[in-house]
């Protein structure tokens, strides 16, 4: 299994305030992604990476932004966080880009704002 | 666009068979499949690709059908740990890097 953490693993916040939850990988994998994941939706794309500096928007990017300064780290950040926002966040890695490839998925944050 | 699952949840005593179906309403190219148990990650399953090449699990097998744009997972002489929650994601273009479009999942309990 490729080595995905994430932190913190949960948090909790208030309405407005910025907050930056962290993916670390230790396997050199190209592709990175954040998904969220609620209740009856599934998982939904965020934001992904395809190098370092490269980032694109994903199908609910709005109110997210995200960073890569380096190959094994990906930053998500919420600017100002809002209740919709509440929800479990799951990195995704993925060695290169070919279909024939999976995605592996790190532990979660699970993300309440009040 | 999501892809739909169905059915929404089966409950099957151990031993049993299962079929999850996902469908797509644009053309796929890869269909991907994961298990979710509760409070976890998603975990890999299978990999289907147009054109027939697949790549995954040894006791799980599945399908995909190009022509009517969806996938089914079979899951035989169900065991005590499939239990949890399978969700397809798909990919309507080649090129495997921008990230899959998952269905709302399906859930599975395995009664002993």
């Known amino acids: 299994d490729a080595g995905i953490t994430q932190s913190p693993r949960h948090k909790v916040t208030e309405t407005g305030t910025p907050v930056t939850l962290r993916c670390h990988q230790t396997e050199n994998h190209r592709y990175m992604y954040w998904y969220r994941q609620d209740p009856g939706h599934g998982l939904r794309l965020i934001h992904y990476?395809?190098?370092?500096?490269?980032?694109d928007k994903g199908e609910v990017s709005d109110g997210y932004s995200v960073s890569r300064s380096k190959t094994e780290d990906f930053l998500l950040t919420l600017e100002s966080a809002t209740s919709s926002q509440t929800s479990v966040y799951f990195c995704?890695?993925?060695?290169?880009?070919?279909?024939?490839?999976?995605?592996?998925f790190g532990p979660g944050t699970r993300l309440t704002v009040l | 666009q999501q892809p739909v699952q169905s059915p929404q949840a089966v409950i099957l005593r151990e031993g049993e068979d299962a079929v999850i179906n996902c469908s797509s309403s644009k053309a796929l190219y890869s269909v991907h499949w994961y298990r979710q148990k509760h409070g976890e990650a998603p975990v890999f399953l299978m990999i289907l690709l147009k054109g027939g090449e697949q790549k995954g699990h040894d006791k799980i097998s599945a399908s995909f059908n190009e022509k009517k744009q969806q996938s089914s997972l079979y899951l035989t002489a169900s065991q005590l740990s499939y239990s949890g929650t399978y969700f397809c994601?798909?990919?309507?273009?080649?090129?495997?890097?921008?990230?899959?479009?998952f269905g709302k999942g399906t859930h599975l309990i395995i009664q002993p």
């Open positions: 990476s395809y190098g370092v500096k490269d980032t």
């Open positions: 995704a890695t993925q060695p290169t880009a070919s279909s024939y490839n999976e995605q592996f």
């Open positions: 994601g798909t990919e309507n273009s080649g090129g495997g890097a921008d990230g899959l479009t």
